[in-house]
């Protein structure tokens, strides 16, 4: 039994957002279409899908099993379709691991040393895991969650029957992994800190690995390097409790971490592409997933995101001369602007 419910767990995080990707990948262009550009759209389908089927359920105060049953549908019945439209991707994906033979012994060498201290890390959060403060609040919404089906009903210090709490229901972060404890069985605990802390530390790099495919597109041979200072770089980032590296090391599945690791890492990834003089179709969906995913980490996203998308709205419009651009550029942040009313007028 207990096997059956951690193959389950994995498969949750592992199969399901690869193949869930596919939707946005389908209509990127070749460059973009990776394993790993895959796996990261996949993510954000799955966050975007959660946050706007969680936060209808959480402010009407429905239970969790309610939610449970319409977004495990939803991510079915969009698996399903995701698996046959991207059903021609897996010829894309035979000729990467074509172009990996072809790669010479020193580039090949980069990649190992790479891949190498990516296993080290994954190891390092699992059996050195961190318990941080904020776990006391995060881990027990998810627990509460779970066991008494109601979502920021309760005091999470006490587990007594509290007003809705407000202020996290637009961000429920630990909800999802409530999500991924009903289903698969295993205890929230053990879901975040032995199972998300590992994969999504891998789910970050593989956004890092795309953010250095498009600086080092006609640079392939650095490609490596770049990734292997990058690794270096977050092992030793622990300056303070604050940094990003600290955050991507040690509460890599609380909404912060998740924000600062993946979440903006993605956007500057969307904005570098959309800065193209042509965009695909994809790339399109994948800033909107990501946007809607800032919401779904952490309530600070209300502010962030359209600042961000706003400067970069003003700078890429001036780059492509056209205000249309910028116009449809910042509208995409529309649904965290609606989001912020939201959260407004019920605070």
Known sequence: MEIIRWGILLALVLPVPFFLGFIPV??????QMTPAMTYVCGWFVSFFLFELTAVPFILLERSFTSLVAVYTCIVVAVLIGSLWKGRHLWKVYLEEIRAVRAMPRSVKFGWAVFFLIVLFQMAYAVLYEYYDGD?????AVAVLTDKFDTMYLRDVYSGYIYPLDTRHAFSPTPIY???LSRLSGIAPAVVAHSVLAPVWLMFMYCIYGQICNRLLWNRKKYRPVFMILIAVWFMYGNISLYTAETFA????????GLMA???IPALFLSLIYLAQES????MWMLYICVCMSAVLATSISFMIIPTIAGAASVMI???????KFAAELFLCC???????????IIR
């Open 26 to 31: 389908k209509h990127m262009n070749r460059l």
């Open 135 to 139: 776990d006391a609040y995060y881990i």
């Open 177 to 179: 992994q409530a999500w």
């Open 249 to 256: 090391m040690t509460r890599t599945w609380q909404g912060k």
């Open 261 to 263: 690791g993946m979440v």
């Open 279 to 282: 965009v695909s179709q994809g």
């Open 317 to 323: 419009g001036i780059r492509k001369k056209s205000v």
């Open 334 to 344: 529309m649904p965290c602007l609606l989001l912020a009313v939201c959260y407004m």
